[in-house]
């Protein structure tokens, strides 16, 4: 009976599907086990070969803790919101939800053949209604929170009115911005409604701000920093500006610390969680404010070496903040001006990773020294951001290499901390009344006691304090795009209003043009009915807007992460129409035991979903804090790309090993056009590109050979893999056990599809273990104890593997136990039963054929997971080397029990030993039991 894996996967595939296999309940005896993928963006590219690896893995550890006695939710579903659908619609006209679900049929096709054990019932998209309503859901709530420092944790905005209503907000210890104003009751109580507003927008934990962002004109929309590379988009490779824009924010600053804290107690890689902390960067040191010369303001300033204070020669601001404008004289007016202008230009990654490039500009005001009272300069550049810190830094130039650079560059003074520097004696009086004549006293004190006296003087000064700074920022939440989830927002005297929750979902409306309009506004502001009527509960024509029951909604859309932040917990119930989850399913399933995903998501993605986790548990609507207790990276799968080499300034191609005789430009081949050989089908080649119909070809041999190297998979390198085309020629088990079989699940390897033959034959084996060309061989006799042996060894291995992750060596295990097994002619139900299941988390399609044809019903997804027995790994006999003065002529198993008088007597009776000694009486045996045998003779 032949092995036709087509067959079979399709089979099993509808089977799964027909009787919902892997559904899993929200009550259950069983204990819980929660396995999660970060789900996919469904590109119209769909799936390469690179990327199932983690779902493949996930798979695996699913099926395995099914076969373990758990009831494991194993889910699927699509982040599909995004700029390539809504670039797409804007190139073709055609509105983004057609292309979204085309991608994702696309993707279920592909994802159905390679046989996952998903729980298809609970599938989310996040450009679904039913689902981006919650999500609209949590943004109400999170804009009517604030966060009580005192109490550590995001309460509701109702008791922060109250308190202002019946005490100020003297005493209330929040985070909020910076400059909110102390008021009284009375004065709280005075105040107009938008006045109200205005100032409880300073508090809530979304919140509407004029907010320096990433903007792209070319895509008309904000970008976030992960969504730019070299300075450009990394959709499309526009040019990206610095601009300053009335944005939505998520206040996650005020999560800074939980955030830090509760990677602790989460196993998670150390570099991703390495790259979170460093994300968040604590510091610990001092704000200092130094007033400037011929004006009100101050320029404050946060420092973790306030000891260094006596070095600073200038002072660097970031070229975008408003305070510039306001200092700069008028004879640097131009300078600056043009400066700003160049600066906008460059994002803040590139500025943040540039440490050659030194510019800048000088205003031509002057700051106070604190304790010296020197005039220090004031000039801006772009290597100090707005966004982190307070967007100025005290420039010391003996301390810091990019001060020193700086310095250098236009002629600054640099100042050694301790030569001379004198100080008014009323500057550094200390509580006893002790004079200080200059810094020498820092010489003397170490690093801590030096910090702490500078941070004392400067808070008897009123110029400073200690103070611990995060370099993370509150996160924009804004976009101008179309297709993305609206705000569930309205404007009232240009107050931002939230619609009631039962209102809820508030849909996407119907546009002409999926483009910003002709004055700028966002894609929204092409709606013609987008308009919120109080009266009605309803979106109406904007034709009705009367800004008395009828007013504006917003027009930005929320970011990419949005539907993403959260997604793992609709999961747990995602058919409630009701509640985003009901407690009930929440409280059961409480987080994820395994998330498996890409290490670029640590501070994206990664980061923004564990501060909406905290703040849903906050607000007592999460039993949990952190959503994932275990989460692995899974490494990278990389294409093997072919490369053919052209002449420069001709037409002409030659072979690799003639490319050293001319001067070449090396261009990527489809891999498709290779065999396994590197020959180029160079007919095909001519006719991928009507610039190459005509291409001269210089071969070697009577060949092209191409150039191979191992790159990232990737459509621009034309080196992908699809994964319908392995599944169609060696079946879908065989791709899952190649890439397992690749290398440990964390690291990169290159994809050679050469190589899969090996595991396509190592199957065929398997198979015949079972069947014969008559059919099923298996058979109810007793096994032999090698085949036992093979048997308890290949379990305890494959627990041990899956149990740590290490697949690739279970993959080998399987492929050593079936020779092992093929060598005994093993066919024996006691021994095969067992081995199909210790497969099938990794080939599941072969192996419920397999376990039907044995007698089964019940699908082997349900079977128990074989028991270890040590017992059969336990030697009873031992193979024996028998040696004559020293050289070994035979070997002979004797059980191991027997005595070394015993052992001799069965050795010398031995027709081999005899023939040996040759009548010859020998002058000593030796043994040593459970090693050796010699005779001398």
């Known amino acids: 009976m032949k092995y036709n894996f087509n067959e079979i996967e399709a089979k099993w595939q509808k089977?799964?599907?027909?009787?919902?296999?892997?559904?899993?309940?929200?009550?259950?005896?069983?204990?819980?086990?929660?396995?999660?993928?970060?789900?996919?963006?469904?590109?119209?590219?769909?799936?390469?070969?690179?990327?199932?690896?983690?779902?493949?893995?996930?798979?695996?550890?699913?099926?395995?803790?099914?076969?373990?006695?758990?009831?494991?939710?194993?889910?699927?579903?699509?982040?599909?919101?995004?700029?390539?659908?809504?670039?797409?619609?804007?190139?073709?006209?055609?509105?983004?939800?057609?292309?979204?679900?085309?991608?994702?049929?696309?993707?279920?096709?592909?994802?159905?053949?390679?046989?996952?054990?998903?729980d298809w019932s609970r599938e989310v998209r996040t450009s679904n209604p039913d689902y981006y309503k919650w999500t609209q859901w949590?943004?109400?709530?999170?804009?009517?929170?604030?966060?009580?420092?005192?109490?550590?944790?995001?309460?509701?905005?109702?008791?922060?009115?109250?308190?202002?209503?019946?005490?100020?907000?003297?005493?209330?210890?929040?985070?909020?911005?910076?400059?909110?104003?102390?008021?009284?009751?009375?004065?709280?109580?005075?105040?107009?409604?938008?006045?109200?507003?205005?100032?409880?927008?300073?508090?809530?934990?979304?919140?509407?701000?004029?907010?320096?962002?990433?903007?792209?004109?070319?895509?008309?929309?904000?970008?976030?920093?992960?969504?730019?590379?070299?300075?450009?988009?990394?959709?499309?490779?526009?040019?990206?500006?610095?601009?300053?824009?009335?944005?939505?924010?998520?206040?996650?600053?005020?999560?800074?610390?939980?955030?830090?804290?509760?990677?602790?107690?989460?196993?998670?890689?150390?570099p991703l969680k390495e790259s979170q902390t460093n994300w968040i960067g604590r510091s610990k040191g001092a704000s200092v404010k130094f007033k400037i010369d011929g004006h009100d303001e101050f320029i404050e300033v946060f420092t973790t070496r306030p000891d260094t204070i006596?070095?600073?020669?200038?002072?660097?601001?970031?070229?975008?903040?408003?305070?510039?404008?306001?200092?700069?004289?008028?004879?640097?007016?131009?300078?600056?001006?043009?400066?700003?202008?160049?600066?906008?230009?460059?994002?803040?990654?590139?500025?943040?990773?540039?440490?050659?490039?030194?510019?800048?500009?000088?205003?031509?005001?002057?700051?106070?020294?604190?304790?010296?009272?020197?005039?220090?300069?004031?000039?801006?550049?772009?290597?100090?951001?707005?966004?982190?810190?307070?967007?100025?830094?005290?420039?010391?130039?003996?301390?810091d290499q990019r001060d020193h650079d700086f310095a250098n560059h236009f002629n600054i003074p640099i100042k050694n901390i301790f030569e001379g520097v004198d100080i008014t004696e009323e500057a550094f009086a200390d509580k006893d009344n002790t004079k200080i004549a200059n810094s020498d006293f820092i010489t003397g004190l170490g690093f801590k006691e030096a910090t702490q006296l500078v941070i004392e003087r400067l808070e008897a000064m009123g110029?400073?304090?200690?103070?611990?700074?995060?370099?993370?920022?509150?996160?924009?939440?804004?976009?101008?795009?179309?297709?993305?989830e609206p705000f569930p927002v309205y404007y009232k005297k240009g107050m931002?209003?939230?619609?009631?929750?039962?209102?809820?979902?508030?849909?996407?409306?119907?546009?002409?043009?999926?483009?910003?309009?002709?004055?700028?506004?966002?894609?929204?502001?092409?709606?013609?009915?987008?308009?919120?009527?109080?009266?009605?509960?309803?979106?109406?024509?904007?034709?009705l807007i009367d800004n008395e029951t009828v007013f504006p909604l917003e027009l930005n859309t929320m970011p990419g992460?949005?539907?993403?932040?959260?997604?793992?917990?609709?999961?747990?119930?995602?058919?409630?129409?009701?509640?985003?989850?009901?407690q009930e399913?929440?409280?059961?399933?409480?987080?994820?035991?395994?998330?498996?995903?890409?290490?670029?998501?640590?501070?994206?993605?990664?980061?923004?979903?564990?501060?909406?986790?905290?703040?849903?548990?906050?607000?007592?609507?999460?039993?949990?804090?952190?959503?994932?207790?275990?989460?692995?990276?899974?490494?990278?799968?990389?294409?093997?790309?072919?490369?053919?080499?052209?002449v420069e300034g001709e037409n002409k191609f030659v072979s690799k090993g003639l490319k050293n005789n001319y001067k070449v430009q090396a261009i990527h081949a489809d891999v498709s056009f290779v065999n396994a050989s590197d020959e180029l089908d160079v007919e095909a080649f001519k006719n991928w590109r009507p610039e190459f119909k005509d291409a001269e070809f210089v071969y070697e041999e009577d060949k092209y050979l191409v150039g191979r190297e191992v790159e990232k998979m990737s459509k621009s390198k034309y080196n992908v893999v699809n994964p319908d085309d392995i599944c169609e020629e060696y079946g879908a088990d065989t791709l899952r056990l190649y890439e397992m079989f690749l290398g440990p699940l964390e690291q990169a390897k290159p994809w050679n599809t050469a190589g899969i033959t090996g595991v396509a034959g190592f199957l065929k084996k398997l198979w015949r273990l079972y069947f014969d060309d008559n059919g099923l061989v298996v058979t109810d006799n007793e096994p032999s104890k090698e085949s036992l042996k093979t048997l308890h060894k290949t379990i305890k291995k494959a627990t041990e593997d899956v149990a740590n992750f290490s697949f690739n060596t279970s993959v080998s295990g399987f492929m050593i136990a079936v020779n092992e097994l093929t060598a005994h002619k093993c066919h024996e139900r006691a021994i095969l039963e067992p081995l199909a299941i210790l497969i099938s988390p990794y080939a599941p399609h072969i192996a419920e054929e397999l376990w039907a044809s044995l007698g089964h019903a019940e699908s082997i997804s349900m079977a128990k997971w074989p028991e270890f027995d040590e017992k059969h790994l336990v030697e009873s006999s031992k193979e024996y080397p028998v040696s004559f003065n020293g050289k070994m002529r035979f070997k002979k198993e004797l059980p191991l029990d027997l005595t070394k008088e015993e052992i001799e007597k069965v050795i010398m009776a031995d027709e081999r030993t005899q023939k040996q000694l040759n009548g010859r009486t020998p002058k000593k045996v030796i043994v040593v039991p459970g090693k050796i045998i010699n005779i001398v003779g």
């Open 585 to 646: 399913a929440l409280n059961y399933w409480k987080d994820v035991d395994l998330y498996i995903g890409g290490s670029e998501h640590a501070t994206g993605h990664l980061l923004y979903s564990r501060f909406w986790q905290k703040f849903l548990f906050d607000r007592e609507l999460l039993p949990v804090d952190e959503y994932a207790k275990k989460l692995i990276n899974q490494g990278m799968i990389l294409g093997t790309s072919a490369f053919v080499y052209r």
């Open 561 to 582: 992460w949005a539907g993403s932040s959260w997604y793992f917990n609709r999961y747990m119930d995602a058919t409630n129409e009701n509640e985003f989850a009901s």
């Open 138 to 270: 949590i943004f109400i709530q999170l804009f009517n929170s604030w966060y009580n420092v005192d109490a550590d944790r995001a309460e509701d905005i109702a008791g922060l009115i109250s308190v202002f209503e019946v005490a100020g907000n003297a005493q209330v210890n929040a985070v909020c911005d910076d400059d909110v104003a102390v008021f009284t009751a009375a004065e709280w109580n005075e105040y107009t409604w938008e006045e109200k507003q205005l100032i409880l927008l300073k508090y809530r934990l979304t919140y509407l701000a004029e907010t320096e962002v990433n903007w792209c004109p070319a895509l008309g929309t904000v970008l976030a920093n992960d969504e730019i590379v070299n300075g450009v988009s990394e959709r499309g490779g526009h040019p990206v500006v610095r601009k300053k824009m009335m944005q939505w924010s998520m206040r996650i600053t005020a999560y800074a610390q939980r955030l830090l804290d509760g990677l602790d107690r989460l196993d998670w890689p150390q």
């Open 463 to 484: 110029q400073g304090e200690g103070k611990i700074n995060y370099r993370l920022r509150d996160a924009v939440f804004s976009r101008q795009r179309y297709w993305g």
């Open 496 to 543: 931002p209003q939230m619609i009631e929750a039962e209102h809820l979902p508030i849909r996407l409306p119907e546009v002409e043009k999926y483009l910003p309009t002709e004055t700028g506004e966002p894609p929204l502001g092409n709606a013609n009915v987008w308009a919120w009527d109080t009266d009605k509960n309803e979106v109406v024509s904007n034709d």
């Open 310 to 399: 006596f070095g600073v020669t200038f002072m660097t601001l970031a070229p975008e903040l408003d305070l510039v404008k306001t200092i700069t004289t008028a004879e640097q007016e131009e300078a600056v001006e043009s400066y700003i202008e160049a600066t906008a230009k460059r994002s803040e990654r590139d500025r943040m990773a540039d440490v050659k490039t030194i510019s800048g500009a000088f205003t031509g005001a002057y700051a106070i020294h604190p304790f010296t009272e020197e005039k220090i300069p004031i000039w801006i550049g772009d290597y100090v951001l707005a966004s982190y810190g307070t967007g100025a830094v005290m420039a010391v130039p003996c301390g």
């Open 15 to 118: 089977y799964w599907r027909e009787n919902k296999t892997f559904k899993a309940e929200n009550n259950s005896d069983k204990p819980k086990y929660y396995v999660l993928d970060m789900f996919p963006y469904p590109s119209g590219a769909g799936l390469h070969v690179g990327h199932p690896l983690g779902y493949i893995a996930s798979d695996i550890y699913s099926r395995f803790k099914r076969h373990q006695g758990f009831n494991v939710l194993h889910p699927m579903g699509y982040d599909s919101f995004g700029l390539p659908a809504e670039q797409y619609a804007i190139q073709t006209g055609q509105h983004p939800a057609i292309t979204t679900e085309a991608n994702i049929t696309r993707y279920r096709e592909q994802l159905d053949k390679i046989g996952f054990s998903f």
